[in-house]
């Protein structure tokens, strides 16, 4: 494959290792002799001249991409939901939305003779980067999702480093829970899966775990809680991933509380009123994503931005790299996108901790 | 002074180095021959011979208290607002409520043979302490508030630890602010005074820092994070304690917010609302006060729990110990629990965040 | 299988995550109505009644193994090389020396009315194990080595966290290595392989990784740390496995240099003489091994704790758990202990590596 | 005083917060309208045009200063021992050696029209600061110091970072001790004084601190730990700063080692001996200085660079910044720079360690 010019972008939302990918990508390039350009902002550096007052493409050169192998976000900045092309589109779903940039962005990569294009991104992303790639240009993907929810990866970078901090809040709550003999409810990410709460949770010792996989009730966990109380432990922790659900779903379980009130605040409501206990919600939010890679995020990342040009040197194009077991392949975007990887309810994962005394509210 | 057995308790939230407290003051009264008496969860565990189905009271031995200087919590439990003695009794002003306990107490005191209490404890506690040694109690008080708003004490055990973890939560978020050019606020403990927020916001390299003493605006804050914008410097970082308030008073500065909008959750609003960036809030919580306490507050507590014993050796009753540049020394507790110590909003810290640029909202 | 009473022991050294599987293993055990027993120190708990004036056997309980996943070291104690029957024994191969005790073993197992034994430990451990079996023990294995080099399991609980602890020392050594202009070496743990080496090496930056799959030169190493230098890049950070040895061999590479000179600082001693730059050596130790693990470890632990119960609850004897994808297995133990599994010299993270401008000496 | 132009520059070993320092001594001399110089390597880049190919001065603008409060090592380089001036001066003791530079550094002062130096190093670079004060230069210092023994400041800044490291590091070994029932010596910072090993060693739970103002006995140590051995604690955790002492002297106190031995690797092989504990040493060396500094050390750097300023602007010359209790106040550099703050050896820090069962080896 004769290839002189790449380029990468990064798509959706930060995820720590980001820029260790961009940094193994750029100088494995290098290293081959090509050019490569930071696209900024998804699409956008593309499709404009200029972003924010910036240029939209940057030379990546050894000295731009030094020391940041370590640092969380992206030296490309990310990209709005449905603004992946500075442009009003729909993309949550991968649809282009009422005006299709795809020709744009083709003759974009002609104009600019970039020959092949490193998309990074999460599910979204890698969905229109299968398009371009049908439409012939020439794209190896990169899975970022900090849910770890990719069924064609073992693990995603970002993952690990999202427990880790899930996991060193649990953990300093515990203290003041005991002491207090509270309930704290500690929310964390997950919208469609629960891999960070299953992970985190059982790592920091929760007594109960919530995932979306596993519809919960909170009768159930009030039990789970005044079981403890009488054996005299007299403090409960509860995980609960963003996305996780009461069996019943959401509107009958508690009424409306306000607008900055997710699951897990709602959830403290209610487990307060059935045990009488002080009840405490603690939302984890966006320190999860940000912040230092842990070694295996950058490592795994690493890894992925060599694979990633190792696959444009082969010409194996239209294939997103991946971990299987303690090796990087990869894999056909087509199949790569279509599924997620929920935590199965028989999962070894979920068992272990049930048979540790683990409650999951169901 | 004959001492023979001396009583502890802890009293009001928990702060990371309590136990060091618990751990030196016993190991250093141990030292001296004395008995020592560990009372749970405030004066509950005096007034009740048994507390959650444990006895009220447990001896503290070498072996109880090993291992735990690094420990978050209390293992002598706390207590509840408002919930002291285990009565129903109004505690946070320090007065006795209807029904006055100190009868009670002192008659638990002389029938336990306790010749000395070492309590440990915040404002309330402390007040409670001193009235306890004017009745005749002979008392040695320790202070506790993770704000470190004393003016007896240069400086308080727990306050280094809850800035620590503000500060990691801050630079977690930073890169994320940044990726997504986002405004994020971050709200800090500190109810009366800013000293967490000010400390935390100075060394994670906030822009804006909002604390009590200093009423802000939100359109001033609105000017500082477009005046960055359009300097290129896309997202901005606001810091602000749970006790700021707006100039205008809190009524009128954004309507109800339901029951979970603390004040970064409205401010964040407003600030979406005025620069039209992508704000989001997230509020630290507990794990501010929970977990392992950074060495500082381990040192301080564990001189301050050894210092206390020493006040007690000397018949120092009535009494609190504090940090006075570098040494540890005491002052009357009558003194001790009169003043709060608020950021001087000349103070040389603020200013020195002034002139690197940090807004504080006025 | 009719269970009635299993008992557990840790062999070898510590690697954090022991006390995690101890955990896991005797609440699963508890949960199906057996009985645990703690084994302490290897077997000489089984073989003595006393073991360092304690009991040489504990009931595990609930209580007993609360709170200790995130603890480091083991609750059950672990053995000296070649002391793990409390007899004067070489067990570094496996073989029994001079007396074997197996016979003992076995009918103090059977006095005990133990019915199965989940053995903890390393390569020489499992083959102690492994004969047990072949004699008639009903045992189940879990691999421990914080190497991770062992063929039969992907991953190795205590690897990630010794990466950890790896990275951030190399992290640290960062910043005051450029402000010196020196050259840092770094000693991390790995007798026969590279694994730690590696993986912190490339996570934190190192600019020479010397592993004992590849022996290095010590003027290649030289000649990478002048070419940094006329490039402006006026440090070096080398990280070296305490195993890597010169290609050469050790007595030609450098002079005796004394009883505490290990083979980064006989490096460190050649590097500053080959370059002429203040060149130091920092040897981690046993801070690799010590301490909380990261959740990734403990996670492992906890899973490879319970389907060490899961296969005793199927009568399957002789194998030993581990990590295949992200699924735990159990392979046979004869199988298992035969392999280490040494870092590939044309492994996909070594190429990695390489194309980053990493060096390996070679 | 009408100041249009200030130079800073850092001299000695780097510690965590010169960053800050230089961070906020920038900013806010920006903010008054002046020109801020990097002077780079100490003198050196003030003597030369040109120093390892880079020019020796850098204008600091809020640019090249953004972003560096968290960061260990210095972006202006240090200065090797002996090597202030870029010529053969020693300078440990502050004299000028055989060439007195003090003329060239005067003379290229007025030359580049520089109106103040802020000079921020240690012990021997104020020295000199001083002896340019006194030929007229306009200098103010800033106390750089990790091992916290300046008696004209409470604290210096880097300080409570190494302490952090060395504590962890205890931790760490604990657990590893305990699970092998050894004894490990850890070898911290502080050649003439003990702050580290006393404040790491107490906040680390270390059963023996050495520090340079008590000599120590091999076998009053030995006693400690059979002592601990006979209450069946079989670990001990020793700390020794690097500048310890045995009673008698050094060379009675074990043979030669070789070149690697500290004193910690000595007294590990004395010890071993003693006890017949399986013992060993590890030194923590440059991971103490290297690294982002503890929010407490950038703070007090922050305040100490904006410090420094305000003393320019007031025309204050001459002195140095310290903190005094939560102030941070000039005294004069003559005074500052005499005094070496050790550890009283009936300090209150020493006695409530010795209280608590610690041994300090006398």
Redesign the interface.
Same mark, same amino acid.
């Given at each position: 494959m004769n290839i002189r010019r790449i380029a990468i972008n990064t798509g959706g939302?930060?995820a720590p290792g980001?820029n260790a990918v961009i940094?193994?990508a750029t100088?494995?390039a290098l290293?081959n002799g090509w050019e490569v350009l930071g696209i900024r902002r998804g699409y956008m550096g593309l499709l404009h001249d200029e972003v /924010?007052?910036?240029p939209g493409m940057v030379p990546l050169s050894?000295e731009r991409v030094r020391?940041i192998?370590?640092?969380?976000?992206?030296i490309l900045?990310?990209t709005?939901r449905g603004n992946l092309f500075g442009l009003e589109v729909r993309q949550s779903d991968g649809t282009w939305g009422d005006r299709d940039p795809s020709a744009d962005i083709m003759g974009r990569f002609a104009e600019m003779e970039i020959d092949a294009l490193i998309a990074i991104g999460g599910d979204g992303s890698l969905k229109i980067a299968h398009r371009l790639f049908l439409k012939g240009l020439r794209v190896v993907g990169v899975p970022k999702t900090i849910d770890n929810d990719l069924s064609a990866t /073992?693990?995603t970078f970002g993952f690990?480093t999202a !427990?880790? !901090?899930a996991?060193?809040?649990i953990?300093?709550?515990?203290?003041?829970?005991?002491?207090?003999?509270r309930v704290?409810v500690v929310q964390v990410m997950g919208r469609h899966t629960g891999w960070i709460a299953l992970?985190?949770g059982?790592?920091?010792?929760a007594d109960v775990i919530l995932i979306p996989e596993i519809p919960f009730s909170a009768e159930r966990i009030a039990e789970k809680i005044m079981e403890r109380d009488r054996a005299?432990r007299?403090f409960s922790i509860v995980v609960i991933a963003e996305g996780a659900v009461p069996a019943g779903g959401l509107p009958s379980f508690v009424e409306g509380?306000?607008?900055?009130?997710g699951i897990g605040?709602r959830l403290a409501v209610e487990l307060e009123a059935l045990t009488g206990k /002080?009840t405490?919600c603690?939302?984890l939010?966006?320190?999860q994503?940000?912040?230092s890679p !842990?070694?295996?995020d950058?490592?795994l990342a690493?890894?992925f931005g060599?694979?990633a040009v190792h696959a444009v040197e082969r010409g194996n194009f239209g294939c997103m790299v991946g971990l299987?077991?303690?090796? !990087?392949r990869s894999v056909p975007l087509g199949d790569a996108v279509t599924d997620i990887k929920r935590v199965p309810i028989d999962d070894?994962?979920v068992?272990?901790a049930r048979?540790?005394?683990v409650s999951f509210g169901d």
């Open positions: 939302g930060d980001l940094r193994a100088l494995t290293e /924010d007052g910036e050894a020391g192998t370590h640092l969380g976000g992206t900045g990310t709005a /073992d693990m690990q !427990v880790d !901090v996991t060193e809040a953990g300093r709550l515990h203290s003041t829970a005991e002491a207090h003999q704290m992970e985190s059982l790592a920091g010792g005299r007299r509380t306000g607008r900055y009130g605040d /002080d405490r603690l939302t939010g966006h320190i994503r940000g912040g !842990v070694p295996y950058r490592n690493l890894r060599a694979a299987q077991g303690n090796h !990087v070894e994962v068992r272990t048979r540790m005394g």
